[in-house]
């Protein structure tokens, strides 16, 4: 469940925050709604990068840790 | 039958304070924070104040938590990282003490509030943010630009580290948050189930004996992810101060 609601987060967490920003932007320059729905992707994108950059330091710390120890 | 699950959520006043219009109450929230604190204090100080060189069974567990966190530091942020060993010891004693003291019958979780988790989790990116820049300069900036990306693609990928970069306070704070949360409601509606189904006579009390079974479970569960999420944050917190410190990857 550590593991899944991780994942979950990560990649929820780089969409928000690109919606967000791109709303923001949207709202200041008046360019509604094209940057909402770039951010968005890019927002996407950056979740898609945390939850690579997360699964390649869980596997990187199982490889290390000594058998029986579990991990995170 | 009214079972609120929510209810055991509720902030309440205790010592109603107004300070320049912000409301700054002394809470139930406030008073757990402050036994947590008392409590790891008084946990830390009389442990090791016995000073033996063969330690007893409460002076092994301080020395445990700090050589736990120790190599969590050197582990993941290197030598360097443990000048910053106090407030990543801080964060996770105060988590793991606040979490467990929420087990408790009657108490108040602290981090079932996502204000708590995002001040916490705020206050890191800050932190470690400030630190990278001071350590770095506008060199801190090489932390957005991975190495061997075709120049046609770094505008895309900058922007995406960029957004990745300020994803990490949101997914830190809405771990913990929604790991107490949802654990402290599963426990709540299961132990609704049991008087629900004991109102029904025998034949539920028999029955009831399934959620009761479940609530055991869970509560040996719940003890587990109260120290799980406070041993996650803190590997997040090291992690992140890594990045701070060696920037170039």
Redesign the interface.
Known sequence: M?YG??MA??L???V???AG?GFGLDRWLGTSPWLLIT?LM??F???V??VLRATK?MDSERDRAPPGASG? | MAIDPMHQFRIERLVPLDIGGIDASFTNSALFMVAAVALISVFMIFTVSTRAMVPGRWQSMAEISYEFIAKMVRDAAGEGGMKYFPIVFSIFMFILFVNLLGLLPYSFTVTSHIIVTAALALSVFFGVTLIGFAKHGLGFFKLFVPDGVPVALLPIVVLIEIISYFSRPVSHSIRLFANMLAGHITLKVFAGFIIGLSSLGAIGWAGAVLPLIMVVALTALELLVAFLQAYVFTVLTCMYLNDALHPGH
């Open positions: 550590a609601l991780r987060t990560e929820v967490g780089g928000l925050v690109g920003i951010f890019l927002g994108g950056a979740g990068q945390n330091k995170t």
